[in-house]
C-alpha cells in the first residue's frame, strides 16, 4: 500500500523568539496559526520561559528548551526575560540570548524542520538556514509602516542625533515615504545602526512575518516596502486574535497579577467608554516625577482608570512616604470609586475587550497596539524607545485612531540615552480629553472601530491574512517538495 503523498505530511516549523514579551508573545501566537492548520510548531527558548508558556499553550506546539547562560552574564536563576529584568539589567538578558546559539543550533541541525521562522535579532539563523537547506523566515514585531521608516532613513541619511544631543527642535520629513510624515523626534544613532545591520541579513530571508493585516500596515506601504527593498513579507496578524477564551486572554504573555473576576467585575460597573486604560508595556521605568505628572494628568480629566505600572514603582505596603514621591498626596483615596491600579501584569487583553474601556494611553509598543486596534479601542500615543516613534504615526497621523500626548525623547531600549523630558500634566489632562470628552473622539473611536472590525475579518476565513496563512503554507510545501524531489 502506498504512503501517504508528501504535499500531504504536515510542515514541521522552528520557531525562535527572541527574549522580551513584545517579541515572544506574538511570534508564539502566530506559531499557533500554523499550529490551528495541522501543522507541527515547535518553540525554542529557554526554561524560565517555557514555564511561562507551558501552562496554556503547549497544547498547541511542543516546547524544546535550551539552558539559560544565568552564571556567564550574572544574572539570578529564572531572570531569562527582558521584561523581569527591570530590578536588575536587561541588557544581561541580552547577552544572555547571544549566548543561546550554540545549543540552539545543535538542535536544529540534529532535528532541521521544514522552515525556521526567528527574531530577526538572531541573524545567525540565516548561516544555520542555508547550511540546512531549508527556508528563513525573519520576525520583528515591527509593523511594515515601521520596517519602511527605518529603510528609509538609511536609504536617504535622514538626521541622525548623538546620544547626547538635544532633539528637541529636530523635526524632519521621512523622505520618499508613501505620506507625509513628519517626525518630532530622532531615532538615537546606536538604535539606527543596529537596525540597519538586523534588516541587512533580514532581506536575506525567504521573508517578512508581520504582525498586522494589511487593511492597517496599508496596500501602499506593502508595495512601498517590496518595490525599495525587493523583499516579500507575510500580513498574518493580528496575532492576539488566537485567543478566544477569557482564560487565554487574561493569561496571554504572562499570569495576571490580579483577579480576571476581579477586574471585569469593576468594569461592569462602569458606563461604556468611560474607563482610560494605561499600561507602558514591560520595559518602560519612568522616573518617579512622570509618574507623578500622570496621576496628576488622569485625575484632572475627571475620567475613570486602570492604570497599570511596574512592579518595583511600588508595593501594596509601602510607606505613605515613599508612596507620596509619584503618587499626589491622597490621590488613591479621591480616586478608590474612580480608578485601579495594578502593579505588575495585567489581563490586558480583557480590559481592552471591555465595552467600558474607551482609551488606551500606551507607549505605542506594536504588541500592545495590535490589541487595541483589535478591540476597535483608540489610543493616546506615549512613544518611548525602538520603533515606537513610528507606530504613532501610522496610528495618529496616518490611520486616525488616536491622539499624540507630545513625547519627545526616544531612548534606546536597553539603558542606553536615558535621558529625562517630562511630559506635562497639561498635555496628559489635554489628550484625555480630546478622547474621552465628547466632540472630537467620537470620530477618533468611530475610525478606531472600523479597524477593530477589519482585523477580525482579516483572521477569518477568506480575510486578508487568512489568506495570507493559506498562501504561506502552500509556499512552504512547494519548497519543501521541490527539496525531496532534488535530494
Known amino acids: 500500500m502506498a504512503g501517504p503523498r508528501i504535499e500531504e505530511q504536515p510542515l514541521r516549523i522552528y520557531f525562535i523568539p527572541f527574549l522580551a514579551s513584545g517579541h515572544m508573545i506574538p511570534l508564539c501566537d502566530i506559531a499557533r496559526f500554523f499550529s490551528s492548520r495541522g501543522h507541527h510548531a515547535t518553540i525554542i527558548t529557554t526554561p524560565a520561559n517555557a514555564q511561562i508558556l507551558h501552562p496554556f499553550l503547549s497544547d498547541h506546539f511542543h516546547i524544546h528548551t535550551v539552558p539559560f547562560p544565568s552564571q556567564e552574564v550574572g544574572l539570578p536563576d529564572g531572570i531569562e526575560i527582558m521584561s523581569f529584568a527591570n530590578h536588575t539589567n536587561p541588557i544581561k538578558v541580552f547577552e544572555g540570548a547571544m549566548l543561546l546559539r550554540g545549543p540552539m543550533e545543535l538542535f536544529v541541525e540534529q532535528n532541521p524542520p521544514d522552515c525556521v521562522v526567528a527574531d530577526f535579532i538572531f541573524p545567525w539563523v540565516d548561516d544555520l538556514a542555508n547550511k540546512l537547506h531549508i527556508p528563513r523566515f525573519a520576525f520583528n514585531g515591527f509593523p511594515l509602516f515601521a520596517v519602511c521608516a527605518f529603510y528609509s532613513f538609511h536609504a536617504n541619511n535622514n538626521p541622525v542625533l548623538d546620544d547626547d544631543d538635544d532633539d528637541s527642535n529636530s523635526s524632519y520629513v521621512i523622505q520618499d515615504f508613501p505620506h507625509h510624515i513628519t517626525m518630532k523626534a530622532s531615532p538615537p544613532k546606536d538604535l539606527l545602526v543596529v537596525v540597519e545591520e538586523l534588516q541587512k541579513t533580514m532581506f536575506k530571508s525567504y521573508g517578512l512575518i508581520v504582525n498586522n493585516f494589511v487593511e492597517l500596515d496599508g496596500e501602499e506601504y506593502i508595495q512601498h516596502y517590496e518595490k525599495t527593498t525587493g523583499h516579500k513579507a507575510w500580513h498574518l496578524g493580528p496575532a492576539s486574535l488566537i485567543h478566544t477564551t477569557e482564560k487565554e486572554k487574561a493569561e496571554r504573555g504572562q499570569k495576571s497579577v490580579v483577579s480576571m473576576h476581579e477586574c471585569l467585575r469593576w468594569l461592569d460597573s462602569k458606563k461604556p467608554n468611560s474607563v482610560l486604560y494605561i499600561c507602558f508595556g514591560s520595559l518602560c521605568d519612568f522616573p518617579d516625577k512622570q509618574l507623578y505628572e500622570i496621576a496628576c494628568g488622569i485625575e484632572a480629566s475627571g475620567h475613570g482608570f486602570i492604570w497599570v505600572v511596574s512592579e518595583k514603582t511600588g508595593k501594596e505596603d509601602e510607606s505613605e512616604e515613599d508612596k507620596e514621591k509619584w503618587l499626589p498626596k491622597g490621590f488613591e483615596e479621591r480616586n478608590k470609586m474612580k480608578g485601579i491600579i495594578i502593579r505588575g501584569w495585567a489581563p490586558q487583553v480583557l ?27 483608540p489610543m493616546i500615543t506615549w512613544p518611548i524607545h525602538s520603533e515606537q516613534f513610528f507606530n504613532e504615526k501610522l496610528i495618529s497621523a496616518v490611520r486616525g485612531i488616536g491622539v499624540e500626548v ?15 523630558k517630562l511630559v506635562g500634566r497639561d498635555q496628559i489632562e489635554k489628550a484625555v480629553r480630546r478622547l474621552m470628552d465628547d466632540g472630537e473622539g467620537e470620530e477618533i473611536r468611530m475610525h478606531a472601530q472600523e479597524f477593530g472590525k477589519k482585523a477580525r475579518q482579516a483572521v477569518q476565513q477568506g480575510g486578508s491574512s487568512h489568506n495570507n496563512l493559506t498562501a504561506l503554507i502552500d509556499h512552504l510545501k512547494r519548497l519543501r517538495d521541490h527539496k525531496s524531489l532534488h535530494s
Open 406 to 420: 507630545g513625547a519627545q525623547v526616544w531612548n534606546h531600549a536597553m539603558g542606553s540615552r536615558k535621558r529625562e
Open 351 to 377: 480590559i481592552l475587550g471591555h465595552v467600558a474601556v474607551g482609551a488606551f494611553l500606551s507607549h505605542c509598543g506594536w504588541n500592545s497596539t495590535m490589541e487595541a486596534v483589535s478591540e476597535g479601542v
